[in-house]
């Protein structure tokens, strides 16, 4: 890794430290609107929270970032991109801009779940690896022109349904 790698790194790692001590420090962001969307996933759904929290336990911390995914093709990826620094494995997922409401939770929570695919198997140090992870856990469906490689799990597409559920039935329940 070269010296201009390592300090965009540590700019982007510094950046997105948390200055709310109840965000995971293992979930970030460097937009505060990403941020009130990780605490509303988290308060509005079990599964959610339990992704944070599962992937706090973890040595890889996700940034979560708002961008433009396959050639615009999807509304939120995990990109097989990784940093690796000591012990420490840097992960980043993108959402859409335009994605909102409970259907960008479950966006989220569904690439949360990728991330927590990754972090379960501490073999993981490149790109290469993450598309070996996918290929052997995953399936590839058809991929948009321009995407060569996508794959997708069963657990991310429960994950994803799950916090759609939930978020739905927390925005629906009857108020106190």
Same mark, same amino acid.
């Given at each position: ?96 801009? =335009? ?25 993981? +140090? ?11 856990? =995953? ?5 948009? +022109? =321009? ?27 009857? +108020?106190?």
């Amino acid at each position: 890794m070269g010296q201009s790698t390592v300090a965009v790194l540590l700019t982007v790692v510094a950046a997105g430290v948390p200055s709310n001590p109840a965000t995971p420090s293992h979930v970030r962001s460097t937009d505060s609107r990403i941020l009130e969307r990780l605490r509303e996933g988290a308060a509005r759904s079990t599964t959610f929270k339990t992704l944070v929290d599962q992937l706090e336990n973890t040595g890889t911390i996700v940034y979560v970032e708002y961008g433009l995914c396959g050639f615009g093709h999807y509304k939120a990826c995990l990109p097989h991109a990784i940093a690796v620094v000591g012990d420490t494995r840097f992960l980043r997922i993108i959402v859409e801009v =335009g994605a909102g409401g409970a259907q960008q939770l479950a966006l989220i929570g569904h690439e949360l779940q990728h991330a927590l695919e990754i972090a379960r198997a501490p073999n993981i +140090r490149s790109p290469d690896d993450i598309t070996a992870l996918f290929r052997r856990i =995953g399936r590839s469906p058809h991929c948009p +022109r =321009g995407t060569p490689d996508c794959y997708e799990t069963t657990a991310a597409l429960a994950a994803g349904n799950a916090v759609l559920r939930e978020v739905l039935a927390a925005l629906n329940a009857p +108020r106190r």
